[in-house]
């Protein structure tokens, strides 16, 4: 998907940009081991106030027993300070195939909303994460542009995200590609892809990454008297090259208070 939008959401957002170049400027530079992102999408729209908790979680389902059970669980703390950005505090714990459940790593993840909701042809907006490891693994900082485009009742969500170690490594490239369909608010049927692309600078070809796709269902439900609203986002994948587990089920939940 290419997106051509005519607007100047950099002149009007300096700090936002000049920010974003130094963060890329550190990604390609830097160097680390890079940790496996749980499979998410996010949207560039933030709305100033809210505050939040939300679980996120996938696991993998493989007939290879070195790719079978492994999981990964987040919980997550956020604040809508300004009309924005978004920022977050994040725990990680995971389970590889036959090893133990364990706490893996701790991050703060922001997200700055470039441009007003709706304005222009798609939204944009940048996601800016640094993640500490609990078992000896360093440090990295992952780096992403967000889009979304909403028409109608039909939502189209695209992610592109860099992540880099700071002790060591490549700078890996990964992508995420949602569309969901507004059937009722408490019920959106869509579809969800997820990959990797490899290293920046050898991303060799397609089929020697991980890619998955597969039916998705988010929805959200207002608490009785007003008082917050629980969304939520269920997806199951299927591997579409021979690096991907055979199944990846996915469950996100939000409580907005």
């Known amino acids: 998907m290419i997106f051509a939008v005519r607007f100047q959401p950099v002149s009007r957002f300096p700090h936002f940009a000049s920010g974003a170049a130094a963060l890329v400027g550190v990604l390609l530079l830097a160097s680390s081991p890079v940790a496996r992102a749980a499979h998410v999408i996010y949207s560039p729209n933030v709305h100033q106030g809210e505050l939040a908790v939300e679980y996120r979680a996938h696991r993998d389902l493989d007939s290879d027993a070195g790719k ?113 369909y507004e059937l009722d608010e408490a019920f959106e049927p869509g579809i969800e892809v997820h990959g990797e692309l490899g290293e920046w600078s050898a991303p060799g070809s397609l089929r020697a990454h991980s890619h998955s796709a597969g039916p998705s269902f988010s929805g959200e439900w207002e608490a009785p008297g007003g008082d917050g609203e629980l969304k939520y986002t269920a997806a199951v994948l299927f591997g579409l090259t021979g690096t991907a587990p055979d199944n990846t089920v996915r469950l996100q939940l939000e409580w907005e208070f």
């Open 68 to 180: 079978d059970g492994a999981q990964q669980h987040k919980l997550e703390l956020e604040y809508v300070p300004t009309a924005r950005w978004k920022t977050s505090l994040l725990g990680e714990w995971e389970q590889e195939p036959g090893g133990a459940f364990k706490a893996t790593e701790v991050a703060w993840e922001n997200i700055f909303q470039l441009t007003e909701s709706g304005r222009y042809w798609a939204d944009l907006g940048i996601l800016a994460e640094y993640a500490q490891s609990t078992r000896g693994g360093g440090a990295a900082l992952e780096l992403g542009l967000l889009a979304e485009k909403r028409t109608g009742k039909h939502t189209a969500t695209l992610n592109l995200v860099a992540e880099r170690g700071l002790s060591g490594g490549e700078t890996e490239l990964e992508y995420a590609f949602g569309w969901r």
